[in-house]
C-alpha cells in the first residue's frame, strides 16, 4: 500500500512559489480573521503563516472574540478589503457563535478571497470559469495527481458537503472527469455507498467515522479530516483498518495538510497578479 504523503508535492510548490514571488515588486500580504479561542482554527493560522514566511510571505492575524458582534466582525473584514497593503484575506472557520459567518464571508471582496469560499468564488468554479478553489479542496486533487492517480471515468465519493471542502472537491474531481457521488450525515447506508467507490474522500470531521468496510479493495482513500482530540490530531479514517484494503492512503497529519498551505499561497499570487492587471 502506498502513503500519500504532502510533504514532497508541497516542497516542489513552495520552490515554484518562491520563484513566482520574484516577479513582484514585493510579497504578498496575508491577513487571517479567526476566533480567538478555537483550536483548530489557531492551529491552521499557524500552519499558514510557517509556510508563508518560508517564502517570504507576511501574515497577519485579527481575532475575534465571543462577546465580537456581527457588525464588528463585518467592518473589520470591509477595513482589510480596502486596505492597499492586504492583498489576500483569509476567515478562519467556525467564527465565535456571536457572529453570523455568513455576513462575514460575504464581505470578503472576491479580489482578496484566498480561500475561495465567497459565492463568487464557488460560482465560478461551478461554472468551469475558474480554477482557483478552497486551498484544501485544490491540495486533495493535487495529491491525487501527483502521484498519477487516474480519475477519468472513475468512481469518486466525497464524504462530507461542506463548501469549504465537500463541494469545490466534487466539482473539481467532475471536472477530471471522475463520476462523483456526494455524501454526508443522512446517507443512508454509507458504507454501501463508499464501497463502491475507486476514490474516497473523507472531508466530515468525524474521527475514525471511514473504516475497512467503507472502502472498496484497492480504492484510494484521501482523510481530509482534522480534528483535535485528547490523544492528539485525528483524520476521519481508521487508518490500521483502512491499510489492510486499500491500495494507497493520505495520513492525518502529514497527507493533505502540507500542500494545502501552499495551494493557498498559490491563491494569493493569482489574485494578486489578476489585481495587478498581470
Not at 464557488?122 to 479542496?137: D, F, H, Q, R
Not at 443512508?188 to 474516497?200: E, I, P
Not at 482513500?221 to 483498518?241: E, F, R, S, W
Request: proline share 6%; hydrophobic share 45%.
Amino acid at each position: 500500500m502506498t502513503v500519500l504523503t504532502g510533504r514532497e508535492p508541497a516542497r516542489e510548490l513552495r520552490a515554484s512559489i518562491a520563484t513566482e514571488l520574484g516577479e513582484f515588486a514585493g510579497p504578498p500580504s496575508l491577513t487571517f480573521v479567526r476566533s480567538a479561542s478555537h483550536p483548530a482554527g489557531a492551529a491552521y493560522a499557524r500552519q499558514v503563516s510557517r509556510g508563508a514566511r518560508r517564502v517570504g510571505v507576511p501574515v497577519s492575524e485579527q481575532l475575534l472574540h465571543e462577546t465580537s458582534t456581527t457588525a464588528e466582525a463585518v467592518g473589520l473584514v470591509e477595513r482589510l478589503a480596502a486596505d492597499e497593503q492586504v492583498q489576500g484575506i483569509i476567515v478562519g472557520l467556525p467564527l465565535p457563535s456571536s457572529v453570523d459567518t455568513a455576513s462575514v464571508v460575504a464581505a470578503v471582496p472576491p479580489s482578496k478571497d484566498v480561500d475561495r469560499i465567497t459565492r463568487a468564488a464557488i460560482g465560478a468554479v461551478l461554472a468551469g470559469a475558474s480554477e482557483l478553489a478552497p486551498g484544501v479542496a485544490t491540495a486533495v486533487v493535487r495529491l491525487l495527481e501527483y502521484y498519477e492517480i487516474p480519475l477519468a471515468g472513475r468512481r469518486a465519493a466525497v464524504v462530507g458537503r461542506s463548501r469549504s471542502v465537500g463541494k469545490p472537491v466534487a466539482l473539481l474531481l467532475l471536472a477530471r472527469d471522475a463520476t462523483v457521488i456526494m455524501c454526508h450525515s443522512r446517507t443512508r447506508d454509507l458504507a454501501d455507498v463508499t464501497s463502491q467507490a475507486d476514490v474516497l474522500v473523507a472531508c466530515v470531521g468525524r474521527p475514525g467515522l471511514i473504516t475497512r468496510e467503507h472502502v472498496k479493495p484497492g480504492a484510494v482513500v484521501i482523510d481530509v479530516g482534522a480534528t483535535y482530540t485528547a490523544d492528539g490530531l485525528k483524520g476521519d479514517v481508521d487508518a490500521d483498518g483502512v491499510a489492510q484494503v486499500a491500495s494507497a492512503y493520505s495520513p492525518v497529519p502529514g497527507g493533505v495538510g502540507p500542500l494545502t498551505v501552499y495551494c493557498l499561497l498559490e491563491n494569493l499570487l493569482s489574485l494578486t497578479r489578476e489585481a495587478q492587471g498581470g
